[in-house]
């Protein structure tokens, strides 16, 4: 979990998106808020697979078939697909057939049950197609999209983004835990923002400084349940298996110039060996953290930056 040091600011808590989201707002009003709130809401109206209207539901129960959705859905798919690319395809948001599988089936606020999703295949990334002209989205036959983490992260970016166009002069925008920072909270400052130690919160591992950009932390901590034989899943799903990971990674944060891009590179490094997810980073050029399940951490040479 990354924290905010949002001194005299005004600042929004609320659930969305199956998580806690943290709006905060330098130079601007409670107008700002209730935008942020909405806008939030609004995207989560239109990405949610446990909502039965949702864009993304309504392209899962019709795989194969172009569905017409909203620009802000088109964006956001391309831009995970954009990830499976960059990530050699660790990053896949058509892993829900495995998901529910695993038996993640429930929203974690709503406690309602998903919708139930016909597919069996996973690992399809590659052949969504997104068509701009049509504004329509296909999802591959056999197949179904779960945009979870990316759904948060490009949330952040696009309300961040709307509140600076409404004249804030600083905003943060937190989305369970995948951040956005534009402009400044003061003159010639930057934000500082703290990294949660995920084996003894709410003590923190880091101290950053950030002047812009995106920092996503994913993890295993908290999206946790029980499977009917009594054995233990979480969601994060590796697409060469169809099941949860099994990984010693705890958590990993990365630092980006959007918490989209942020998403897509902490969600990958957790499937993989901390010290491979540390040099992937680095030949990418993004900056991270990596915590361990026996408590080592893993920083990239690239992390001394942003480290107060």
Not at 249 to 256: D, E
Request: proline fraction near 5%; charged fraction near 20%; aromatic fraction near 4%.
């Amino acid at each position: 979990m990354t924290n905010v040091d949002a001194t005299n600011a005004l600042q929004r808590t609320l659930k969305v998106m199956g998580c806690t989201a943290h709006l905060v707002v330098h130079g601007g009003d409670e107008a700002m808020l209730d935008e942020g709130e909405r806008r939030l809401r609004e995207l989560e109206s239109w990405w949610s697979r446990f909502l039965a209207t949702s864009d993304i539901t309504r392209a899962n129960e019709q795989p194969g078939v172009p569905v017409e959705v909203q620009p802000d859905t088109l964006a956001v798919v391309a831009r995970a697909v954009d990830g499976w690319k960059q990530t050699d395809g660790r990053f896949d948001v058509t892993v829900l057939p495995a998901l529910v599988h695993e038996g993640y089936s429930r929203s974690v606020v709503t406690r309602d049950l998903a919708p139930v999703v016909p597919a069996t295949r996973i690992g399809t990334s590659g052949w969504i197609v997104v068509d701009y002209d049509a504004s329509t989205l296909t999802v591959p036959p056999g197949s179904a999209i779960d945009l979870g983490g990316i759904g948060k992260g490009f949330a952040a970016d696009v309300v961040a983004e709307d509140l600076l166009e409404m004249g804030a002069s600083g905003v943060v925008v937190n989305v369970g835990g995948d951040l956005r920072v534009v402009g400044s909270p003061s003159a010639d400052a930057s934000w500082h923002l703290g990294i949660e130690n995920p084996l003894d919160p709410p003590h923190h591992i880091a101290f950053l400084r950030v002047g812009q950009g995106g920092i996503a932390t994913s993890g295993t901590t908290i999206r946790r349940w029980e499977r009917s034989d009594g054995t233990t899943a979480h969601h994060l799903i590796d697409p060469t298996t169809g099941r949860t990971s099994t990984t010693h990674v705890l958590t990993a944060t990365v630092i980006a110039s959007d918490a989209a891009t942020a998403e897509v590179f902490a969600t990958s490094v957790m499937l993989m060996d901390p010290r491979a997810g540390v040099a992937m980073l680095e030949r990418v050029g993004l900056a991270g953290l990596i915590v361990t399940t026996d408590g080592a951490v893993h920083r990239t040479s690239t992390l001394g930056a942003f480290e107060l």
